[in-house]
Every structure is written in C-alpha cells, then in structure tokens.
C-alpha cells in the first residue's frame, strides 16, 4: 500500500474525525423547526394580545380603512365619466352619514319601546311558558313522591331597567368617540388614497415588485367592492321578503326585523342564527299560541335556505371562494376581539389575507387523493 492510502487511512481511522451519526442531524432539525414555530406561536398571541389591548384604536382606524378601501373604486370610476373625486367622495360621506343617522333615528325607538315594556314582556313570557313549568312540577312531585317531598319551583323575574338605561348611557359616550375616529380615518384615506398607494407602490425596491404591489391592491380594492355591492343586493332582497313574510304572520315592527335580516345577514351562518332565536323569543311574546310563536322563525329559516343554498352560491360563488370553516372561525375570533363590529369587519378581512396569500405564497394547484 502506498504511504498516501496508508496516512489517509489512519487519518480517517483517527476518533476526533468521525463524522456525526445522522440521528444527531435529524434531531437538531427537529429543535430547529420547533423553536421557529414556538416563535410563531409566541409571535401570534402577541399580536391577538395587541389587537384586544388595542381594541378601542384599533376597531375604528381599521373599519375607516376596509371602507375606505370599499368605497375608493366607485370614486375612480366616477372620475373616468368626468365627476371630480372631491364631488364623489363628498356625496358618498354623506349617503353613509344619512344611512347611520337614519337607521339610528328609526331603530332605536322601538328598541327603548322593548325597554320600556320590558315587564309585560316578562309576564307574557311567564305566562307562555307555565305549560312547561306545570309539567316539570309534575316531575317534580312524582319525584318527590320517591324522596318523601313534594317541591314546587317557583319563577321569579325581576327585570333592572335602570341598570339596562345606565348601561347603554356607558357605551354610548366611547362610541361617539370611535365613530369620530372613524370617520376621520375614512375622509383621510379617501382624500389621500392615491398618493398613500403611489408610496407604498415606490417602496417597493424592484420594477416587479412595484407591479405586484400595484395589482394586489387594486385586486384588494376590487374584492372587497364587489363582495360588498353583489352581498348588499342579496341583504336587501332577503331583507325585503322578510318583512313582507312578517307582516304577512301578523309581527309587530316587521320592518325592524327586515333591516336586522339587512345586516345580521353580512355575518355567514352565525348572522342568521342570531335572528332565527331572536325571532323564536319574540314569537313567544307575541304570538298567542305557541304553535304560532314558530312561525316567524320558520318563515326566516325558509328564506335564508333558499338564498343561502339558491342565490347565493350562483351569484357571489364564482366571484370569491372562502372556505366556510375559516371564515367561521374568523367571525369568532374578531367578535372575541372586536365585538359586533369586529364581525362585520371578519369577512372583508378574509378577503383581505386570502388576495394577500395569493401574492405572497402563491401555489399550484394539486390533485390529493380521494
């Protein structure tokens, strides 16, 4: 053997040169890829911390952004046929102005009426529900009848419509302040929007990248206003056959429950729900019968099956595809954050992450097995 193989031989042979076994490399992967994603675990409850903790500032500057965003096409395409932005934006201000004042100035009325008669509603609802109550006083005695006594529950309600007054009076004053908040974020973006995208557009530091942040924004934009203008006609549509369906059943303030049907309607699966047990208590309130009382409910239940199985899916289906579990579990998450407003905003911020993801990571699509 040649004294080259015979040095390289005991050199190879030498301990302090053997390579690592590959179960060490594996498992320092492994810790690698654990502490990425404690980071993104840490990293993601930081970020809900400071979406709940900032909740107050955030929830206003975010809803003037998303409409904003809405709102700023039809302001572009009134300027192609020759309607100066300021004109568009001013008339569009105040469209929303009067559409919040006016649904204010309707609504709130009847909901001090249910304030007010929050004890005859009580009574009524006692009293509808005592065949119930006497059969589970049957249970009750027959039960008793093994225990050696007989108990008779008893059902007391004791409506505070003082602590109901003093806690609207307390949300009132912060959402004054919000709204201000709003409405300034709004009227600013919307006088400033393009020279916010032409910075944003220029950061970029390459021509490609300049492009792409261009298209997503203008696809952002187009998204949401499509989404919301094809999701209003659908509202109002349902709205209209429901308080048409209502006053047909004999409802009191049918067109109260049309305009909840207008805008718990935004909220996919949860919004509907809402009505659907809102409208079963009031069923019970003012119905005389309890067969009766189903009525409203299942006329709604009808309606939403047939827009949400039948119109819906025809006309928005080809536009945006969200998946129904995401978007449900976004509608929960920004509630617990945000409130109801928060669950307005849950879609168009969906529709927001999904055109972003679309840039960003984008992929091919892949047959998975069946």
């Not at 009067?98 to 249910?114: D, K, Q, R």
């Not at 199985?309 to 929960?332: K, Q």
Request: hydrophobic share 60%.
């Amino acid at each position: 053997m040649p004294a080259r193989m015979r040095r390289a031989s005991v050199a190879a042979a030498e301990p302090g040169d053997t390579a690592p076994p590959p179960g060490r490399h594996h498992s320092a992967r492994a810790w690698r890829r654990a502490s990425e994603l404690a980071v993104i675990v840490l990293a993601t409850i930081a970020l809900l911390g400071l979406l709940y903790w900032a909740r107050a500032l955030l929830l206003p500057l975010v809803a003037g952004l998303v409409f904003g965003m809405i709102l700023g096409p039809i302001s572009d395409r009134a300027q192609r046929i020759g309607i100066s932005p300021v004109v568009t934006n001013l008339s569009l201000l105040l469209v929303l102005a009067l559409a919040v004042s006016g649904a204010a100035v309707w609504f709130v009325p009847t909901i001090s009426e249910w304030i007010a008669d929050a004890p005859n509603i009580a009574r009524t609802v006692r009293e509808k529900v005592a065949v119930f109550e006497r059969a589970a006083s049957v249970f009750d005695e027959i039960a008793g009848l093994f225990q050696g006594s007989v108990t008779t529950p008893t059902v007391q309600i004791a409506p505070e419509q003082t602590a109901v007054v003093t806690s609207v009076f307390s949300a009132v004053t912060p959402a004054f302040a919000q709204f201000a908040v709003f409405l300034f974020t709004l009227v600013l973006f919307l006088t400033g929007r393009k020279s916010i995208k032409a910075k944003l557009v220029l950061a970029m530091p390459s021509r490609a990248a300049r492009l792409t942040t261009l298209r997503v924004l203008s696809e952002i934009e187009n998204e949401l206003l499509g989404y919301f203008a094809v999701a209003a006609t659908i509202n109002a549509g349902v709205a209209i056959v429901t308080t048409l369906a209502l006053f047909a059943l004999g409802v009191p303030a049918a067109p109260v429950w049309g305009f909840l049907a207008f805008v718990l309607n935004f909220l996919p699966v949860v919004g509907p729900l809402i009505l659907k047990v809102a409208l079963l208590g009031m069923g019970v309130v003012a119905m005389p019968t309890l067969g009766a009382a189903l009525l409203p409910a299942l006329a709604y239940l009808a309606i939403t099956t047939v827009e949400s199985n039948l119109i819906t899916p025809r006309v928005i289906g080809g536009r945006l595809t969200l998946e129904p579990l995401f978007l449900f579990v976004a509608i929960c998450l920004f509630t617990w954050l945000w409130g109801p407003v928060g669950a307005f905003l849950a879609t168009p911020l969906v529709i927001v992450a999904v055109t972003l993801q679309s840039y960003v990571l984008p992929s091919d699509a892949i047959d998975l097995p069946a």
